[in-house]
């Protein structure tokens, strides 16, 4: 059986998470994880292309990497008893290549998005360890050089080391709290992902899969927890309309997309998971903000959507969070049911003036309205505070289009 | 287990009620304060613990060189400095943000949590 290196990476990748958190489960530490796991890419490298991919292939780099592991910790304790004796516990249980829970993976993703770590430092971690992306990869996924991203890493991870940041699912009680954190760490790697804020890709769909994959992977962990349901519900349904929002290098506002484009598997897997958190009803933001996604994919066109439904929900999310950007999007469904001079009213008293949303909000309130050298000046606002391409683009189309 | 520091962080000035606002806010302070002392050593995570004088009563030594130069003050002219400290033995991080947040509120002010260096075992 012939086997590329590529296939060999692909397989590799698809096995990273579980691998490295099984390995610092067993090992107790990130670098001797990451540096055996290396270790068991390279000597598959090696073998398959020979042998073939083995019929367990994760079960193969687990014990591979495991006894690399070991060789290195021994050379260790014989150079250097202290360091050996920082390591984390130690815990020799094998590894269970599959069950319903994998809870090794779930530990490894509340160690990352510890709150004791800097925001963007436990998005690079999550992505890193559980991801399995290269630094490289991530360092452009945020547009930073390698070198700052490899650094920011390095520093999280010798934190999480000298601070002994644990490697635990935290107790029922802290749960809800620290759920929130990791929810939000797969949030932030989505948008990024669908709204790149850079001048490269205006949309970049690896970060959206993968913010996706590892929403699975927290959802097979937490079947009981609907907020978990409730981002994965919000991010298929986001992810359906991808492929139509972006034309000609233009976006394109979900009320000109083409429906046809959308992803019917995803829209119909997100209204499950909408019905499903429905029926727990224990509401919470990402369930709330799948609900509107739920809406907006339920409407065969765009002037089918039942706004009223929408501004109801976002009611709801604002008694949830009344914060000025959730105001923000609800101003913008109120607008479609009340028109867009009360509207204005409420976009116009939101502290939002370095927001490019806030901009754009306004600047198409005020087209609506006639009020064409204010609207103008409103979509400069918004392209000036905007680097991606495809909404630039967007925006400069609309103004050129004012007289 | 590891060794971690507490310290209390807390504006230089002080006034006739130390950081805080009336004699019965600083009572009620030094009271939350004792009581968390008490959690500490009965759970066993106490160390060693104290308040300190304020800033300006600070010396700083520097003896690298042939004869010790004394120097009057903090050895950083902050606004901020550190207050008091605590020095736990926890199992992890978690268990120290956690004795952080009840010593924090016990005497009304921000604490910084850094471990030790090397294992504590």
């Known amino acids: ?403 | 287990m590891t060794h971690y520091l507490l310290s209390v962080h807390g504006p230089a000035e002080r006034n006739e009620f130390g950081n805080y606002g009336s004699q019965e806010a600083m009572e009620e302070a030094f009271a939350a304060t004792g009581a968390f002392n008490d959690k500490l050593q009965a759970e066993g995570y106490w160390l060693f613990a104290g308040g300190l004088q304020p800033a300006s009563t600070a010396t700083v030594v520097d003896g690298q060189g042939e004869t010790p130069v004394m120097t009057d003050g903090p050895y950083l002219e902050t606004k901020e400095v550190i207050g008091g400290f605590w020095i736990i033995d926890a199992p992890d991080l978690d268990v120290a943000l956690q004795l952080a947040a009840e010593g924090s509120r016990a005497c009304r002010g921000k604490v910084e949590v850094r471990p030790f260096e090397g294992p504590a075992d």
């Not at chain 1, 759920?179 to 992902?193: H, I, K, P, Q, S």
């Open chain 1, 1 to 403: 059986m012939q086997v590329v290196a590529s296939a060999v990476e692909r397989v590799f990748r698809e096995e990273y998470g579980r691998l490295i958190a099984s390995l610092v489960r067993r090992f107790g530490d990130i670098d001797i994880a990451e540096e055996a796991a290396g270790g068991a890419l390279v000597a598959a490298l090696e073998k398959w292309p020979e042998s073939g991919v083995p019929p367990n292939p994760g079960g193969w780099l687990t014990i591979t990497a495991g006894n690399r592991a070991i060789d290195r910790i021994r050379r260790e304790k014989q150079r250097d008893a202290k360091h050996q004796a920082a390591l984390m516990s130690y815990d020799d249980t094998p590894h269970e290549p599959t069950g319903p829970v994998e809870d090794d993976r779930l530990r490894l993703l509340f160690t990352c998005c510890h709150p004791a770590l800097a925001p963007e430092a436990r998005i690079a971690l999550t992505l890193r360890l559980l991801g399995g992306l290269t630094v490289a990869e991530i360092a452009q996924a945020f547009l930073v050089p390698e070198t700052t991203m490899a650094q920011r890493i390095t520093r999280a991870k010798k934190k999480i080391a000298a601070a002994k940041v644990p490697y635990r699912v935290p107790e029922a009680a802290d749960l809800p709290e620290r759920l929130g954190g990791v929810l939000a760490v797969l949030f932030l790697v989505f948008n990024e992902g669908y709204l790149a804020t850079g001048d490269g890709d205006p949309v970049r769909a690896e970060l959206t899969g993968e913010a996706i994959r590892l929403t699975r992977v927290l959802r097979q962990l937490l079947p009981e927890e609907p907020e978990v349901g409730g981002l994965l519900g919000l991010l298929v349904l986001t992810e359906a309309r991808r492929e139509a929002r972006v034309r000609n290098g233009q976006l394109v506002p979900l009320g000109e997309q083409d429906r046809a484009g959308w992803d019917r598997g995803l829209i119909a897997e997100g209204h499950d998971l909408v019905r499903e958190c429905l029926a727990i009803n224990r509401p919470g933001r990402y369930q709330i903000l799948a609900a509107i996604n739920a809406v907006h994919t339920d409407a065969p066109t765009a002037s089918d959507t039942d706004w009223s439904q929408v501004v109801a929900l976002y009611d709801q999310l604002t008694r949830l969070d009344p914060s000025p950007i959730v105001a923000l999007n609800r101003a913008v469904a109120v607008a479609e049911l009340d028109g867009p001079k009360v509207a204005l009213t409420l976009v116009d008293r939101l502290p939002l003036t370095g927001y490019h949303a806030w901009h754009v909000a306004r600047a198409d309130m005020l087209r609506r309205l006639g009020r064409t050298a204010e609207a103008k000046e409103s979509y400069d606002a918004a392209i000036a505070a905007t680097q991606n391409s495809a909404e630039r683009g967007y925006l400069s189309r609309k103004r050129g289009e004012l007289v």
